[in-house]
C-alpha cells in the first residue's frame, strides 16, 4: 500500500505538471498526433566494447 | 568459455548456453513451467542448459542479456511523461514491474548465478535480435532486418553482417512499430495479443483485401520501407488495456469481441463449436467483414516487410538477408521474400521472436564483443531436454494400454507408418525438444495429409482450435519441390523450421488436401536426413508406402497449453485428446485393441 501510495504521489507530483510543461516541445515530439512523414532513422549506439556492454544502459 | 544468453520480463522468457561459440542447449521456460509465453525469470530453462553443459553456474564465463534495461526504462518514462495523464494505468502497472524486478535484472543475475558483476553483459534488443539471426547463419556476409514490436526504443532495424561483427546502420523508433501495428489488429479481431496473430495470419486467406486502403489510413509507408502510424488511431502507448482509440473503430467498425467462434461461409463449423446458430448466415457475414480486415492487414504487412527487405539488401549490396524478430515469424510474407525481392539466401532462425533473443545476446558476447571467429551453424531445431528413458518405462508401465517396445528402428517406423495408413492420429516424441514455437517432428502430432478429414479429425478429436488454421505439411527436402512451389529447398534453412509458406503445386494439392490452405499454400517443413534422421526416415517410408512423403505435422499440444517436453506430459496431452497412439523414442502406447 505504501509502495503504491508513494507512486501515486510521484505520478502527479511529477509527472502530471512536467507533461503539460511540455506540451510546447510536444509537437516535435514522436508521440505527436497525426499522420507522419515516415523516415529511416541514423543508428548510433554500439555496445560491441566491453566497457559499454558491462552497462545496463 | 561458457556463455549464457538470457531473456525474459516481456514475454517467451528463454536461456541459451554456448561452449565456446557453439550452441549447448536453448530453451524457452514455458516447455518448464508449463506457463504459455511464461515472461518471468528463466531459472528452470537455466538450470536446464548448465545441466546439459555439465557445469555449475559459478563456472560460467559470461552471463548476457538481451537488452538494457535502464534505456527501456527511459522509453516507458517518456512515453508515460509524453502521454500523461492518460497513460496513468500503463505507468502504474508499468512501474510495479520495474521497481520490484526489471530494474535489478544484473542484481538478480549475480545473487543467482554467482557471476561476478563484470561478467554481466547488456545487448540492445535489436542488436541480440540481429546477432540471433547472423552470427549463426551460414553466411560469411549479409545484410540484415529485425522487425518486432519493441526493444528498447528500436521496433525495426536494418544493418549489415560480416565475419565476427555486424552493424546496424538505420532504425525505426517507438512508438511506429509494425509488430504493435499487427498486434492492435490481432486485438480489434478478437484474439490475445502476442497470441493471435497466427490466427491473423490463419484467417486472411478467408477475406478479401478490400480495406487496404483504411489500413494505408493508419500507417503510412514509404518507397523504402519506412513506416510511420498515425498515433490519432492507437493507443497502445497509453492505455494499458487498448491498443486503438475510437477512431480507429470508426473506421473499421466495431472490433470482434474476444472468445466468440469465427466462421465464414467457406469455413468448416465444427462440432465443438456446439450448435449452430439460428442467425448462421447473419454471423457468417460479419465474420467475413472481419476475414477481410484480416486479409487487408496481412497483404499491407507484406508490402512493408517485403519494401523493408528490399531496403535492407540495398543497403548492405547484399543478395542474402538474415532476418529475426516477431515479425519474421510471419512466414507468409517470408515466403513472398523469397519469391519476389533480390534475396538470394534467406536465414532465420527457428526463435526469430523474443525468446531467440537469448541467443542472440550470447552470440553477440562471443563473436562482436570478445571477438571470437565463427564457426557454428544452427541448422536444427532440437536443443532442448531429450526424453528420459526412465520416465518413458515409467509411463509405459503403468500406463494401462496397449504398449510395443519396438526391437529396432525398422520396427518402429513400419508399425508407426502402418498405424498413420489406418487413419491414426499419433502423437510423437523423439530426441531434443524443438528451440522456437514451432513443433518440428521432436514433439509433434503427426497423420495422413492424404486424408480430406484429417484436418477435421485432428481439429475435432485433439486440438479443439479454429477451423481456419491451417496444418503443417513435413516433407523429405529432396521431395518438397514435387509439391510446393519453393525453388531450390535446399538451399533454404527456414524451410526446415517452418517459417515458409510457399504455393502447392496444383497438381499436388488433391493428393495433400488436409495441408493444403484455402487459398492453395502450405507452410512446408522441410526436413534433412542429417539434421532429424528418424523423422526423415519416417517420412520417407511412409512415402514409400503410400507414394506421398508428406505427414501432417502439428505441435504436440492441447489447445493454451506450451508444447509438450517430457513423457509424462506427453501421456497426459495423449490421454486427455482423442490421439490413436503415442510413440515415445522406440515405445509405442495404443488406445483400444492394437
Known amino acids: 500500500v505504501q509502495s503504491a501510495a508513494v507512486l501515486w504521489v510521484l505520478y502527479y507530483a511529477m509527472l502530471v505538471p512536467l507533461a503539460y510543461l511540455s506540451r510546447a516541445s510536444r509537437s516535435r515530439s514522436p508521440w505527436r498526433a497525426g499522420a507522419r512523414r515516415p523516415a529511416w532513422l541514423a543508428r548510433t549506439t554500439r555496445t560491441d566494447d566491453l566497457l559499454s556492454a558491462r552497462r545496463q544502459f | ?594
Open chain 2, 1 to 594: 568459455m561458457h556463455v549464457l544468453g538470457v531473456s525474459c520480463y516481456f514475454h517467451d522468457a528463454a536461456a541459451a548456453l554456448l561452449r565456446d561459440g557453439v550452441l549447448v542447449a536453448a530453451a524457452e521456460e514455458e516447455r518448464f513451467s508449463r506457463v504459455k509465453h511464461d515472461f518471468s525469470f528463466p531459472s528452470r530453462a537455466i538450470a536446464f542448459c548448465l545441466g546439459r553443459a555439465g557445469i555449475p553456474a559459478r563456472e560460467l564465463d559470461y552471463v548476457a542479456f538481451f537488452e538494457k534495461p535502464l534505456i527501456k526504462f527511459e522509453r516507458i518514462l517518456q512515453t508515460s511523461l509524453a502521454t500523461a495523464p492518460r497513460s496513468a494505468g500503463v505507468f502504474r502497472q508499468a512501474m510495479t514491474g520495474w521497481l520490484l524486478d526489471k530494474l535489478w535484472v544484473k542484481s538478480l543475475l549475480r545473487s543467482t548465478l554467482g557471476v561476478p558483476a563484470e561478467r554481466v553483459l547488456f545487448c540492445e534488443h535489436h542488436e541480440s535480435h540481429a546477432a540471433s539471426a547472423f552470427l549463426c547463419s551460414p553466411f560469411d556476409e549479409a545484410a540484415i532486418l529485425t522487425v518486432d514490436g519493441v526493444g528498447e526504443w528500436t521496433t525495426t532495424a536494418v544493418g549489415t553482417g560480416r565475419g565476427n561483427d555486424l552493424r546496424l546502420s538505420e532504425e525505426i523508433r517507438f512508438p511506429h512499430s509494425l509488430g504493435l501495428l499487427y498486434s492492435a489488429f490481432t486485438a480489434f479481431l478478437g484474439f490475445e495479443v502476442n497470441e493471435g496473430e497466427y490466427k491473423v495470419m490463419g484467417m486472411a486467406p478467408y477475406g478479401t483485401p478490400r480495406f487496404v486502403e483504411d489500413v494505408r489510413k493508419v500507417v503510412t509507408i514509404g518507397p523504402d520501407g519506412a513506416f510511420a502510424l498515425d498515433l490519432d488511431y492507437f493507443s497502445f502507448h497509453y492505455s494499458p488495456t487498448r491498443t486503438f482509440t475510437p477512431r480507429f473503430e470508426r473506421l473499421f467498425g466495431p472490433p470482434r469481441p474476444p472468445g466468440l467462434p469465427f466462421f465464414t461461409e467457406s469455413t468448416e463449423f465444427p462440432a465443438y463449436y456446439g450448435d449452430k446458430p439460428g442467425n448462421f448466415r447473419e454471423l457468417a457475414r460479419e465474420n467475413q467483414r472481419y476475414a477481410d480486415i484480416a486479409a487487408s492487414i496481412q497483404a499491407v504487412t507484406e508490402e512493408m516487410v517485403l519494401a523493408m527487405a528490399r531496403h535492407a539488401l540495398a543497403r548492405a549490396g547484399s543478395s542474402r538477408l538474415c532476418m529475426a524478430g516477431g515479425v519474421a515469424l510471419n512466414s507468409v510474407a517470408n515466403g513472398r521474400i523469397l519469391r519476389e525481392t533480390p534475396v538470394t539466401d534467406l536465414y532465420i532462425q527457428p526463435a526469430a521472436g523474443d525468446s531467440g533473443a537469448a541467443l542472440g545476446a550470447a552470440l553477440h558476447a562471443w563473436h562482436v564483443v570478445l571477438g571470437h571467429p565463427r564457426g557454428f551453424v544452427l541448422d536444427h531445431a532440437g536443443w532442448g531436454a531429450e526424453p528420459d528413458p526412465g520416465a518413458i518405462e515409467d509411463v509405459a508401465a503403468h500406463c494401462g494400454l496397449a504398449v510395443e517396445r519396438c526391437a529396432s528402428e525398422e520396427r518402429l517406423l513400419d508399425r508407426t507408418v502402418d498405424l498413420l495408413q489406418h487413419g491414426a492420429v499419433i502423437g510423437w516424441v523423439q530426441g531434443r525438444f524443438e528451440w522456437g514455437p514451432r513443433a518440428l517432428g521432436h514433439r509433434s502430432i503427426l497423420a495422413d495429409p492424404r486424408r480430406t478429414d484429417a484436418k477435421h479429425v485432428v481439429n475435432t478429436k485433439i486440438k479443439f482450435r479454429e477451423p481456419y488454421r491451417p496444418f503443417a505439411p513435413s516433407v523429405p527436402v529432396e521431395h518438397a519441390a514435387e509439391y510446393f512451389e519453393l525453388g531450390e529447398p535446399a538451399r533454404h534453412l527456414p524451410g526446415r523450421f517452418m517459417l515458409l509458406v510457399a504455393p502447392v503445386r496444383p497438381e499436388a494439392r488433391a493428393r495433400i488436401p488436409a495441408v493444403t490452405h484455402v487459398d492453395g499454400s502450405a507452410r512446408v517443413q522441410t526436413v534433412a536426413a542429417e539434421c532429424d534422421s528418424r523423422y526423415y526416415n519416417l517420412i520417407s517410408r511412409f512415402g514409400e508406402a503410400t507414394g506421398v512423403p508428406v505427414l501432417l505435422n502439428t505441435s504436440f499440444n492441447l489447445r493454451g497449453e506450451p508444447i509438450v517436453s517430457t513423457p509424462q506430459e506427453a501421456f497426459s496431452t495423449f490421454s486427455r485428446s482423442g490421439m490413436d497412439a503415442l510413440v515415445l523414442d522406440r515405445t509405442i502406447i495404443v488406445k483400444g485393441p492394437s
